[in-house]
């Protein structure tokens, strides 16, 4: 009988689901990831999600901070065929994956079970050639190396991924919020909502937010010039700078800056610009109920209609149905 689908919904359903645990995992992003299907039970009072750890011989395996957990059996030890496993590893994943792993994880994905990445999990899924044509995330840190390696996978740079059979994140505690998305396309918004509450969540971050990644190492070989460029527009998003203003602050020709931009960040400065103020709106049409002519005048725009037409221009939707949807 085929699994069922990754987001099929139904409340009699209950899903098995391996965690496979690779030396050097973060203990944190492992939590994160399966603590929601733990409270997903506990709150709705029947089992949703079994659970199984999972090492390659059943042995201890030690944590990148040192904590050893035990799991439950070994990767050929699998009472049943899961419809669901996890893949956690270390950041700086070791040269080579155990060959039964391989063989298992490409068993298992033959078989149409649903593979995600957590961590290193993602490199070791792309190694194995198992996000080919998928798209996947994983910690900001290896973008660069693992767009190069793996050049047919379609790396994003987002929270999480949820591509069909593959669901891959940047580690840390965006698991949880990929998890709880997963319970939420499963068994409804009602449910996550209440697993958020339990773990004091101020909200549940959706997949396409992009990874926080700190600015000084997005632009780790550009000058001082363009750092202080960037940090100055996100510190004036409600009355944003024209690129004569942020150039003579700057203390730079205006050409200078739009070189150091196109170089850098492949942008002109007023099109950069306007992708933070931009994204800042959609943050705050996603987490407030405030008006969106309200939104529009905190982000830097003259009205709702011009806030609007640049909003549907670049997301390909208008405000309005940003929150319908």
Not at 120 to 133: N, P, V, Y
Not at 175 to 188: F, K, N, P, R, Y
Not at 214 to 234: D, F, G, N, T, Y
Not at 309 to 315: E, I, K, L, Q, S
Request: aromatic content about 6%.
């Amino acid at each position: 009988m085929p699994n069922p689908s990754i987001t099929t919904r139904s409340p009699a359903l209950m899903r098995q689901v391996g965690i496979v645990v690779m030396p050097g995992f973060s203990l944190l992003a492992q939590a994160c990831a399966t603590e929601p299907l733990h409270v997903a039970n506990l709150l709705y009072g029947k089992t949703l999600y079994r659970l199984t750890s999972y090492s390659c011989a059943g042995e201890a395996v030690t944590s990148a901070s040192q904590q050893t957990l035990l799991p439950k059996a070994s990767i050929d030890e699998s009472p049943v065929q899961p419809d669901m496993v996890l893949v956690c590893g270390p950041a700086k994943l070791p040269a080579g994956i155990p060959d039964e792993l391989a063989v298992w994880l490409k068993r298992l994905a033959a078989a149409g079970v649903v593979l995600g990445g957590i961590g290193g999990g993602t490199e070791a899924l792309a190694r194995l050639g198992l996000l080919d044509g998928y798209h996947a995330t994983l910690p900001w840190q290896r973008f660069e190396a693992f767009a190069q390696a793996h050049p047919r996978v379609r790396l994003s740079q987002q929270l999480f991924e949820i591509d069909r059979d593959r669901i891959t994140c940047g580690g840390g505690t965006a698991a949880m919020d990929m998890m709880i998305t997963l319970v939420e396309s499963q068994h409804g918004p009602a449910l996550a909502t209440r697993i958020s509450e339990y773990f004091v969540m101020e909200r549940i971050r959706m997949g396409d937010e992009p990874q926080q990644v700190p600015l000084r190492s997005r632009l780790a070989h550009a000058p001082e010039s363009l750092i202080e460029a960037v940090q100055l527009m996100e510190a004036n998003i409600e009355e944003p700078l024209t690129t004569h203003e942020l150039s003579e602050h700057l203390g730079i020709s205006r050409r200078q800056l739009e070189r150091l931009f196109k170089k850098y960040l492949k942008s002109v400065p007023s099109r950069y610009y306007l992708d933070l103020r931009l994204q800042k709106a959609r943050r705050m049409l996603r987490e407030s109920d405030r008006p969106a002519g309200e939104i529009a005048l905190q982000t830097g725009f003259s009205s709702a209609a011009h806030f609007s037409t640049a909003y549907r221009n670049h997301f390909g939707m208008t405000p309005r149905e940003e929150r319908l949807g």
